[in-house]
């Protein structure tokens, strides 16, 4: 049915060799697609003089240079994608948008913008270091000596364990995946978990140990399946299989976690948040939190905080304060946040204000830029706060109301909890004041869980309204509530105190001056920031970003700022703060018509602690005996990315086995990424390592075996969307060129060598449930990764409720869509078995969302009148007595529980850390190039020839007082890296030198250097594979990285800085020096 | 390829000579801004190409991307006879960020190779701290009406098009570089038929598929033309024959260029070339450039 040429898109043994492309036996590749015709071929017509215009020659799909993910339009020409341009149906891409009604072949010839990222794509995806086949190490981890596998045989290994590399002379047992897959009954997995429920509940030491008895009682024939019998609540030996990742977004997720999580049983699935923005997420989750019934516990509680945060609509802004956050070059820009800037500059609509030590791209069209001292975010924050609070420039109407009828009385979509009020115990704020401490009623209710009715109480919570306490419920929706903002009393012998009272006390710490000091910038320029930040009414906005989160104070900072949003009033109102929106791919929506998780014959539940400790309290482990804890806990956090290896390193909760990691590089990423490498080459604490990746990386170089996987032109994903972004949207990530790695045979079906199938097979051989034949149920299997991404696709098609579905496509767009896929081989495109997978009722509108490279709601709909019309919606919290409530596991103390400065940086036990007091003078921050994202553009050979290698950006008066001028090379030393050195392999260390760059656009004591440059893998450097010399590039391997400066923590020795409560890895608290070196 | 390397490189930042030197420019800015003088038509091969009919495009809505609103005054344009259109293009260096997306974009486009680069993109740097600042300076041909680099082509492979274009006809062109030097804005580079993935175990395709310049597909093969021959910049002309706007017009993030027929009243590039912000680099040559920056 399709015009497929049957050579078309498959590449071959013989045309690579021909191609002179094959070195090292076969591994990597600088040939993909077919190789060309002659240029007549495509273009012969006159009338075809620009076949890249021609509809059935592109294919819409979404970027990954970075994790915006920007729709992009891939052309196509002989199988070989020849240029990438941006989709005009994404509002990333145009502003607007063009509507989604809008024929494919209508938008044939509009070519959408896309930053230099994007356009360089190519280059990523067709580099000559890609990997087609599997390496199996064949010297010591991180020798970067390989020889190439079966894919078979890698799977065999990986899921049967054995002695792995007794060829080169280590005589140890490697455990497989089969051997860790010993709770298999999820009866009795939910059963333990429940169990394990009571243990933590119980506080008393005595019957804790009692309830641990009695579920080794109970489970008396299954204590093999744990790791810890006299530990239950560590979980199953299930446990000790880990899957972590940098970057996996959904799709790629679903299917990761029904292998990890619901199949196989592992708690241990951990992304890289922490690493990137940590404590905005779990800063804005805190503040998310809603008070409401919890099934599994049976009452009421704090939960359901959103790991997100919200960006500024900064389309309709009149003022933006930008912190730490640089919109053109990263910030989740900047293709989409770029044009709804630059308009409302050039037409005086819009200004904004940038604070950031370094003079960014963004800071050079500010109306002020605001060089603050790095770590003192949150007294600047606080310094505003102070100033509104002083001359009364909040909007008291939006704050007075202390319930959802109170805000919707005055038309607002959200309301806060500034005025509840707050207990003080000896003068610490903790809970919140309920109606019982009053004497006043407790509400009795009840709810329906799986058929039983529960009873529950709800005891109101108290706001003072005109000096008497009134009781209510937050989201009562007919009896509006509103309170006293500033309230400082005592009722019924308590002292109590309003939210807003609290807050002000924290701001009035120090007067404007001080804070102006603490911060280094002028007093003046703050108050007229904050006169400025309230002279627009809900049309301004504090937009944050990693420069206010990656702190040891980062938690706090961050939800400093973002109470000053709150202070305003202007959550989902044009101009203010929004939150992403997306289509739901996971079929849980009513309507769609594959819900992913409930089509599965044998889901198990996931129990115990997890390797990084996250989302749960230390007190209430079996583990606990005092304070500190070994290793830190996180209690508000998940994703605790730079806590994997190094727990990995103590064996602390436990130890991890075998660890898979995709996409992800944390020896790079990290700050003092340089620890992680030490455990990662030792296969005592971590006996089997195996990696999915594109090339030979920084991290996979340590691996034991290394799978290659798809770029993101060759595979599917659901990209979701970005807090920024006003419209609701889903682009979906789909195969748009043949795939470059070696095609293999899974489940009896042809698939390229990827994540997929990597997983598929190791279900395959572990017989685990949920893959393969009757995998989604019976009659319906699971062999092919389309037969899940199709589903989701179909999800995304139907929409979030019934009627909400996309129409049909069209005969024509059916000709279109096979049309345009006539370069792709079976082995990814076969148009039957995509049927297949979503039968015949859906096949349609998957072409039509298919066909648009997502779904993207009609701009109109975005907002109705003043507001957005994507909304948040909900309570928003300054006060939270679920972190007020939180103890810290190294110290004991409980968290501040509303936004305070807390001076960075601070070690794990909460001690300042004052490395200026020995010599390292400067402070050191990193920043993005806007042609670069950390580890995977560094290599990308269009952008360095914009970039050649990147510097260190000294200020003049700095460079001066040291002698250094441009071009200069430098080490960058620390105390905790005095020598300024990567530990790359045992006897080869890289030093971190870089060359200078004086600028007068950075905060003098501040040295800054960009991420990307300085790899020491990634093809920069020499591989031995099947006993022959690959030759990296030496291009590949310039600039600096000096990661490895960052602070390690004095206490834990092997990571680096982190926030205790939102667990940032610490990116911007380091001090050093430069130590000039030889040119 | 270090030299190409080193060439796109330095190109994007120049010094503070320059910087002193564009200012400089800007103070003379005031004099001429226009020059419609209006070439006499010489007979090309690519110009006499007929044309594909122009891309289609969306119903008009009220509320569209710029982009879209200059791509249908491009079209207008195409449907007039083709010694009426004069192409010009208005750089808004308010909106430009200096992302580079246009350099990129373009050597995507054009399958440029090392060392040749046809818009690069200035970042420079302002004042002394606190008080500084950068600015974004995209450097595309200026496509001048008195153009320093077409008399000095010895064989006549380099000529001004009627519709303001001055394009090289590579199958004449031998390679001399006069042009190069001639040019007052660098806009002129050599291509010495470099990859970037020499020294690599494998060229990429993508630097084997073939551009489409002056409308016709072009593989760099061995020494086969644009393979030793002066490049620069056409507005993208074989995208402008396909009713589209040039790439770095499509590829702005900032929306900050802007395109179309300077003798179409209606059109969005005539209004702003006349605001009173517009200027020209280097006016003082007498070049006429049809390049116009917004300050």
Redesign the interface.
């Given at each position: 049915m399709t015009e497929r040429n049957g050579e078309n898109g498959r590449i071959t043994r013989r045309q690579l060799l021909k191609a002179g492309a094959l070195v090292g036996g076969g591994a990597l590749l600088g040939q993909a697609g077919r190789l060309l015709a002659s240029a007549q071929e495509v273009a012969q017509s006159p009338a075809v003089q620009y076949p890249l215009a021609q509809a059935e020659n592109q294919l819409y799909s979404s970027c990954l240079m970075c994790n915006t993910g920007c729709g992009i339009k891939v052309k196509v020409l002989d199988g070989v994608a020849a240029k990438i341009d941006g989709n005009p149906y994404n509002p990333f891409n145009l502003v607007p948008h063009v509507s989604y009604k809008t024929a494919p072949h209508q938008v044939a010839g509009v070519d959408a913008p896309l930053c230099p990222k994007g356009q360089a794509g190519l280059l990523s995806v067709y580099d000559p270091y890609r990997l087609r086949v599997v390496l199996k190490r064949a010297g010591p981890r991180g020798s970067n000596k390989w020889r190439t596998i079966p894919f078979d045989q890698a799977v065999r290994e990986i899921v049967d364990g054995g002695k792995l590399f007794a060829d080169i002379g280590e005589d140890r047992h490697v455990p497989g995946l089969r051997e860790l897959w010993a709770l298999r009954d999820p009866k009795v997995a939910k059963e333990m978990d429940a169990f394990v429920r009571r243990i933590r509940a119980e506080k008393d030491p005595a019957k804790k140990q009692a309830l641990v008895r009695e579920f080794q009682q109970t489970f008396r024939d299954h204590l093999h399946t744990l790791i810890d019998p006299d530990h239950p609540d560590l979980g199953p030996k299930n446990n000790q299989f880990l899957y972590f990742w940098g970057r996996q977004k959904a799709g790629r997720t679903e299917f990761a976690r029904r292998f990890v999580q619901e199949s196989f049983g592992s708690v241990n699935f951990h992304g890289h948040t922490t690493v990137c923005q940590g404590s905005l997420y779990f800063a804005c989750k805190a503040m998310s939190e809603q008070y409401e019934f919890d099934e599994k516990d049976g009452k009421m509680k704090w939960t359901k905080g959103r790991k997100f945060y919200w960006q500024a609509d900064t389309e309709h802004s009149e003022f933006v304060v930008f912190v730490g956050a640089s919109p053109f070059e990263g910030n989740y820009g900047p293709t989409n946040r770029v044009p709804r800037l630059t308009e409302g500059l050039a037409t005086g609509r819009l200004k904004f204000a940038v604070v950031d030590p370094r003079l960014s791209k963004t800071a050079a069209k500010a109306w002020k830029w605001i060089p603050a001292r790095p770590g003192t975010e949150g007294a600047l924050a606080l310094a505003v706060i102070r100033w509104i609070l002083d001359h009364q420039r909040y909007d008291a109407r939006y704050l007075r109301n202390a319930n959802k009828a109170a805000a919707e009385e005055d038309g607002e979509p959200t309301w806060c909890n500034a005025t509840w009020l707050v207990k003080l115990e000896k003068g610490r704020p903790e809970g919140f004041l309920r109606a019982s401490d009053l004497g006043l009623p407790v509400q009795k209710r009840s709810q329906e869980v799986k058929g039983k009715r529960v009873e529950y109480e709800f005891d109101p919570f108290v706001v003072l309204r005109d000096g008497r306490p009134v009781p209510f419920d937050p989201y009562d929706e007919q009896n509006p509530v509103e309170g006293d903002l500033l309230v400082d009393t005592t009722l019924n012998g308590i002292r109590v105190k309003s939210g807003l009272q609290l807050l002000g006390e924290e701001a009035r710490r120090h007067s404007l001056q001080e804070w102006a000091e603490i911060c280094g910038v002028r007093a003046e320029d703050i108050e007229e920031l904050a006169r400025e930040f309230t002279s627009h009414g809900k049309r301004a906005a504090a937009d944050i970003h990693r420069g206010v989160s990656q702190h040891t104070n980062g938690f706090y900072n961050v939800w400093a700022w973002m109470t000053l949003n709150v202070l305003i009033g202007n959550l989902d109102w044009k101009g203010g703060m929004a939150s992403a929106k997306v289509y739901d791919p996971s079929g849980e929506k009513e309507g769609q018509p594959f819900n992913l998780k409930e089509l599965h014959p044998k889901r198990t539940t996931p129990f115990g602690v997890s390797i990084i400790r996250h989302e749960t309290k230390y007190e209430e482990s079996t583990l606990f005996r005092g304070y500190p804890a070994k290793r830190p806990w996180y209690p508000l956090s998940s994703d605790v990315y730079q806590e994997i290896v190094p727990s990995i390193g103590d064996a602390y909760p436990y130890p991890i086995k075998i660890a898979f990691l995709y996409m992800g590089s944390p020896a790079y990423s990290l700050p003092a990424g340089h620890t992680t490498i030490e455990v990662l080459k030792d296969p005592n604490k971590l006996p089997l390592f195996v990696a999915v990746d594109i090339t030979v990386g920084e991290t996979s170089m340590y691996a034991d075996y290394i799978l290659p996987d798809l770029s993101y032109l060759e595979r599917w994903e659901f990209q979701g969307s970005h807090p920024n972004m006003t419209v609701k949207v889903q682009p979906v990530r789909q195969p748009v060129i043949p795939p470059v790695p070696e095609t293999v045979r899974v489940f009896g079906e042809e698939m390229p060598i990827s994540l997929e199938a990597f997983l598929l097979a190791c279900a395959e051989r572990l017989g685990l449930p949920g893959f393969g034949k009757d995998g989604f149920g019976p009659g319906q299997d699971l062999r092919r990764p389309e037969d899940f991404y199709l589903k989701m696709v179909a999800n995304v098609a139907a929409g979030d409720r019934p009627g909400d579905a996309v129409p049909d496509a069209s005969d024509e767009e059916v000709r279109l869509f096979l049309q345009a896929r006539r370069h792709l081989p079976k082995s990814v495109f076969d148009p039957e078995k995509w049927k297949r997978a979503v039968g015949e009722a859906w096949w349609r509108k998957v072409v039509y969302v298919l066909n648009r490279g997502g779904r993207f709601q009609e701009y109109q709909k975005a907002f109705k009148g003043e507001q957005l019309a994507n909304q948040y919606g909900t309570l928003v919290s300054i006060y939270s007595e679920k972190v007020a409530k939180t103890k810290n596991s190294m110290t004991g103390k409980p968290f501040p529980g509303l936004p305070a400065y807390i001076p960075a940086p601070r070690d794990a036990l909460d001690r300042p850390v004052e490395d200026e007091k020995a010599g390292y003078d400067l402070h050191l921050i990193t920043y993005r190039e806007v042609s670069h994202t950390k580890s995977r553009t560094g290599t990308n050979y269009w952008l360095l020839a914009l970039l050649p290698e990147n510097f260190v950006l000294v200020h003049r008066q700095d460079a001066e007082r040291l002698g250094l001028k441009d071009g200069d090379l430098v080490r960058v030393t620390s105390a905790s890296n005095p020598d300024g050195m990567w530990p790359v392999l045992d006897g080869h260390s890289k030093p971190m030198v870089g060359r200078v760059r004086v600028t007068e656009g950075i905060r003098p004591g501040v040295v800054a250097f960009s991420l990307g440059h300085g790899h020491w893998a990634y093809g920069s450097v020499d591989l031995v594979i099947d006993g022959k010399v690959l030759k990296g590039d030496a291009r590949r391997g310039r600039g600096i990285h000096a990661n490895a400066a960052m602070r390690v923590d004095p206490v834990l020795k092997n990571v680096c800085l982190s926030d205790p409560a939102g667990a940032s890895a610490v990116f911007y608290d380091t001090r050093v020096k430069l130590v000039r070196e030889a040119s | 390829?270090e030299g190409?390397?080193?060439a796109?490189?330095t190109q994007?930042r120049e010094s503070r000579s320059g910087r002193r030197r564009f200012l400089k420019t800007l103070g003379a800015g005031a004099a001429t801004l226009l020059a419609l003088e209006v070439l006499e038509s010489t007979a090309r091969p690519a110009e006499a190409?007929?044309a594909?009919?122009?891309?289609?495009?969306?119903?008009e809505?009220p509320?569209?991307?710029v982009?879209?609103r200059m791509?249908r005054d491009l079209q207008r344009a195409l449907r007039k006879p083709a010694h009426l259109r004069r192409w010009a293009m208005v750089i808004?260096l308010?909106?430009c960020?200096?992302?580079?997306?246009c350099?990129?974009?373009c050597?995507?486009?054009n399958k440029l190779p090392?060392g040749v680069v046809y818009r690069p993109v200035v970042d420079e740097?302002i004042?002394?701290?606190?008080h500084?600042?950068?600015?974004?300076l995209p450097r595309p041909c200026m496509q001048c009406d008195n153009p320093p680099c077409v008399p000095v082509c010895p064989v006549n492979a380099t000529y001004k098009r009627a519709d303001g274009i001055v394009a090289i006809n590579y199958d004449q062109c031998i390679g001399c570089r006069y042009c190069i030097v001639a040019c007052p804005y660098n806009a002129r580079t050599f291509d010495a038929g470099e990859h970037?993935?020499d020294?690599?175990?494998?060229?990429?395709?993508?630097e084997?598929?073939?551009n489409?310049e002056y409308?016709?597909?072009?593989?760099r093969e061995g020494d086969a033309s644009p393979v030793g021959n002066a490049r620069k910049c056409h507005f993208c002309l074989?995208?402008l024959?396909?009713?589209?706007?040039p790439?770095c017009v499509?590829?702005?993030?900032?929306?900050?260029t802007y395109f179309g027929d300077a003798e179409d009243p209606e059109a969005l590039v005539s209004e702003l070339m006349h605001r009173p912000n517009a200027v020209r680099l280097k006016e003082e040559l007498g070049t006429k450039p049809r390049v116009y920056y917004l300050l």
């Open positions: - | 390829m190409g390397e080193r796109l490189a994007t190409a007929p594909a009919p122009p891309a289609a495009l969306p119903a809505r509320q569209e991307d982009l879209l791509q808004d308010r909106k960020v200096g992302c580079s997306a350099t990129i974009a050597v995507a486009e090392p740097e004042g002394t701290y606190p500084v600042t950068r600015r974004f970037y993935t020294g690599t175990p494998g060229r990429s395709p993508v084997e598929v073939p489409f409308g016709k597909p072009w593989k074989h995208r024959e396909a009713g589209m706007l790439e499509t590829s702005c993030i900032g929306r900050a």
